[in-house]
């Protein structure tokens, strides 16, 4: 009978056979070094008994916020985690450290997030983390100490980094469901090219089953909700409380198309775009133009105001173009990424994303400016189908089939109708 861990080991392999050709699934030498990046979730844990026979695997826990400036105490968050971490590294028998960038992540994403909210935009904190801390900060230490190119770097990520003769590539994972592929296309091409991603092969039940499997303690233990600073931030209103410990008020209009003021909000960032504005609001329902649920359409940075219109697919919630004049391609260059685009075009291969978990929209047209002052690119895209609720700030993540080209944040949005009640 098979192990736990040989079912998983073939089950993979079944599947990496079937990647297209030229695709190659990375894999270490029995004595490489192995650094896996524990954060004493399931997949992590999961990930840390996959390399536990390895003789030089070692397990990292990354604190990168303290909760005593926050929003929970210690011993709920980050006390808790950490004997998780220590519980799981106990039954795997491997050793464990923890490794501090409390600073890396005020700087690097904290901040940032709080600049983006005050100008209006939707930034995402998990992009930044994966890029500056994850793969940046801890990337950085691990090259000091051992050498760059000298470890492997696993961590529990839904997503795949393949090899393509000398290029490293980033696809989407198996789990269509859990795919984080999103959330990693801001990483830099050479901090992933020594990276192992093994649930990326997997779907999130395979893997629950085998934690349960190799009876580790956090097996059954919840998917984190939210941002890591900010405990269970997706309930209602928890996010926005938090946010008004850092941000000062900044009250403006809350106004429908045809000019006239409802409400006031606290700022721009208390809503988001989509959102269904509710406390506060209050429209005469008697009014047949009035009555029904509204939702925020529009923010007007210059006039501080946000206007809301009627129905949750109200056609103004929705546009067709976007414009990222900061696009970084992921391992390519100019002239490459304009290559690739127009090959995707013609095939009709490309595909994008500007928040997680979506179903990836097709793009009908695109064009690529690479006369800018840095790396960067600049995109303009059309979509076959108008996208709900996109806005600036938000990153857009391009696909040619499965693979990520690259991303960058939404600089502007168009191509749909005025707002209209």
């Avoid at 695709?23 to 999961?46: E, K, M, N, W, Y």
């Avoid at 536990?52 to 926050?70: C, D, F, I, K, T």
Wanted: neutral net charge.
């Amino acid at each position: 009978m098979l192990s736990a861990l040989e079912r998983y080991g073939a089950l993979a392999a079944k599947r990496i056979s079937s990647l297209p050709p030229g695709l190659v699934q990375a894999t270490p030498g029995r004595f490489d070094r192995i650094v896996i990046a524990l954060s004493s979730g399931v997949d992590s844990s999961t990930c840390a008994a996959l390399y536990a026979s390895h003789p030089h695997a070692e397990l990292v826990y990354m604190r990168n916020w303290n909760h005593n400036q926050g929003d929970a105490p210690p011993e709920r968050c980050d006390e808790q985690d950490w004997k998780d971490a220590q519980r799981v590294a106990a039954h795997v028998n491997l050793p464990l450290r923890q490794l501090n960038f409390e600073r890396e992540y005020w700087q690097d994403v904290f901040e940032a997030m709080l600049a983006g909210y005050e100008r209006g935009a939707t930034p995402n904190p998990d992009v930044l983390c994966n890029r500056h801390v994850k793969f940046g900060a801890l990337r950085a230490q691990l090259d000091a100490e051992y050498g760059a190119g000298n470890y492997w770097l696993v961590t529990g990520h839904y997503a795949r980094v393949l090899q393509k003769e000398s290029r490293t590539s980033l696809l989407h994972a198996v789990d269509t469901h859990k795919d984080q592929s999103y959330y990693l296309a801001q990483v830099k091409r050479g901090a992933l090219a020594r990276t192992l991603l093994p649930l990326g092969h997997l779907l999130k039940p395979e893997v629950r089953a085998l934690a349960q499997e190799l009876a580790l303690p956090t097996a059954t233990k919840r998917d984190s909700q939210g941002i890591c600073f900010v405990e269970n931030s997706q309930g209602a209103g928890r996010f926005r409380d938090f946010l008004q410990e850092y941000l000062p008020p900044t009250p403006g209009a809350i106004v429908t198309p045809d000019g006239k003021q409802w409400a006031t909000h606290g700022g721009l960032w208390t809503h988001t775009l989509g959102q269904r504005v509710g406390g506060g609001l209050s429209l005469p329902q008697g009014s047949p133009e009035y009555r029904g649920t509204w939702y925020v359409a529009e923010k007007r940075v210059q006039e501080n105001e946000l206007v809301i219109v009627r129905g949750r697919d109200n056609p103004a919630l929705y546009r067709e173009s976007v414009a990222v004049r900061s696009f970084e391609p992921l391992g390519l260059d100019g002239a490459q990424f304009a290559e690739r685009i127009s090959t995707a075009l013609a095939g009709g291969t490309l595909y994008m994303q500007y928040r997680s978990l979506q179903t990836p929209a097709q793009v009908l047209k695109c064009t690529v400016d690479n006369n800018t002052t840095d790396n960067d690119v600049s995109v303009n895209l059309t979509m076959a189908e108008p996208q709900r609720a996109m806005a600036v700030g938000q990153y857009c993540c391009l696909y040619d089939g499965e693979e990520v080209l690259g991303s960058g944040p939404i600089s502007a949005t168009a191509g749909g109708p005025e707002p209209a009640m």
